[in-house]
């Protein structure tokens, strides 16, 4: 099983890129994880969407050949970052190459609302026409991690936060169950 994570920031110490690594390191035995890069997109420009250059081409080819998505965001302003926007506007154009894949949402957060309103934004957008991401139903599923100072380990940068990996395990069996479904 071939998974593709998006994360929706691109600075070094981001709390959200150490979620992507240690769902890539934890469930190692359960599928293949790339996590892709949206740093080098350039701004989606309707000019030159079917004539995209080589990293545009390159990402919407891993999205495609993903078997699912996880989409991990910081909340910026109440919403999503523009760099994550960004990408997923280039994947929502041409090939549609979203429509129909089996897709999760995650986001860490340093306050106490671990994400809520931009992953209700989030969901807007993967509903949109263009999109139509095959979404992990929220109830039960929402992986909204606050308070994300004390959850990482220091040193390696990874989650250890005990309760929050019980229940991202439980989220992450649900996400395999919907990819793996006919
Ligand atoms: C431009 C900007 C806007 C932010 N807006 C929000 C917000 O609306 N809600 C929130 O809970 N945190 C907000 N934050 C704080 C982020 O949640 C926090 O910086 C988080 O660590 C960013 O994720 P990262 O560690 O993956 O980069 C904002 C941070 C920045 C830089």
Do not use: C
Not at 86 to 100: C, E, F, K, T
């Amino acid at each position: 099983m071939k998974i593709a994570i998006l994360v929706g920031s691109i600075r070094k110490e981001s709390l959200n890129m150490k979620l992507a690594n240690t769902i890539k390191d934890r469930y190692i035995n359960k599928f293949n994880t790339e996590i892709l890069d949206i740093r080098n997109l350039p701004y989606y420009d309707q000019d030159i969407e079917t004539t995209p250059p080589e990293s545009v081409k390159d990402f919407k080819q891993k999205v495609k050949e993903a078997d699912g998505i996880i989409i991990i965001t910081p909340e910026y302003n109440w919403s999503i970052p523009g760099v994550l926007k960004n990408a997923l506007d280039w994947l929502s154009r041409v090939d549609q190459v979203v429509n129909g894949k089996p897709t999760m949402t995650a986001g860490v957060s340093l306050g106490l609302m671990g994400t809520i309103r931009a992953q209700l934004h989030l969901r807007e957008i993967l509903a949109a026409p263009g999109v139509q991401a095959k979404l992990l139903k929220p109830a039960g599923n929402e992986v909204l991690i606050n308070l994300a100072a004390s959850k990482f380990d220091e040193i390696t940068g990874e989650l250890v936060d005990k309760g929050t990996l019980k229940f991202l395990d439980e989220v992450i069996e649900q996400f395999i169950a919907l990819v793996s479904q006919k």
